[in-house]
């Protein structure tokens, strides 16, 4: 079984603080994902990657950056963290090509005060 | 822009019976199709996945695809209250991210 596993499940910050949200999984997948989830608005992809030291922004990159050093760690950084960044963040693992299901981790719900 | 749509309910159902979500998506060459089911509070768990035209039987569980009519299914058979959670329609249109529909709310009434 993929296991894809977020370094925390509930988080408080504060405003402007620098936060990192940590993801490891443990199947040696290629590309590796963070989204936010917030109520009507669905999944929205946040940044990508396809390999080690390589990241792709997706639709609401803005007020995010991300690293990836490892192939099975992709950490999202909020640079300085504003209230409207308050969400739950999923981070998901994938393999290979178009055929593989994304496998999602548990999510952190995250809350900046 | 490659779009997925799902009706977001709630779509109620009694106990016992065949619930029917749906799912439409705008790239042609899409490729592979997957049904998740998230719990309120959850994340995401993959329940279905389909490659080819026709139906997928898994358990309780039917996804079906037209291709023709980019149209993607799951039946759920004999439905159960533990079947209450929004599901998730995602597509994979080529090698890029996974589309995902922003989900039907679905409700199993005892």
């Known amino acids: 079984d993929v296991k894809v596993t977020q370094s925390s499940r509930y988080l408080v910050k504060r405003t402007g603080e620098k936060v990192f949200l940590e993801c490891v999984q443990d199947m040696d997948h290629e590309n590796m994902f963070w989204y936010r989830q917030d109520p009507g608005l669905g999944l929205r992809l946040i940044y990508f990657?396809?390999?080690?030291?390589?990241?792709e922004k997706g639709d609401i990159p803005e007020g995010y950056s991300v690293s990836r050093e490892k192939k099975e760690r992709f950490s999202l950084i909020l640079e300085s963290a504003s209230t409207n960044q308050t969400s739950m963040y999923l981070c998901?693992?994938?393999?290979?090509?178009?055929?593989?299901?994304?496998?999602f981790g548990d999510g952190t719900r995250l809350s900046i005060l | 822009q490659k779009e997925v749509e799902q009706n977001s309910g709630p779509l109620s159902v009694p106990e016992g019976a065949i619930a029917s979500l749906n799912c439409t998506y705008s790239d042609r060459g899409s490729q592979s199709f997957f049904w998740y089911r998230q719990y309120s509070g959850k994340s995401p768990e993959l329940i279905m996945f389909?490659?080819?035209?026709g139906d997928k039987e898994d358990g309780r569980f039917t996804a079906q695809l037209n291709k023709a009519s980019q149209y993607v299914s799951l039946l759920i058979r004999d439905s159960q209250p533990s079947d209450s959670a929004t599901y998730l329609c995602a597509v994979n249109p080529g090698n890029t991210p996974l589309v995902f529909g922003k989900g039907t709310r679905l409700s199993v009434i005892a």
């Open positions: 389909i490659y080819s035209n």
């Open positions: 990657s396809y390999d080690v030291k390589m990241k």
């Open positions: 998901a693992s994938l393999s290979g090509g178009g055929l593989q299901p994304q496998h």
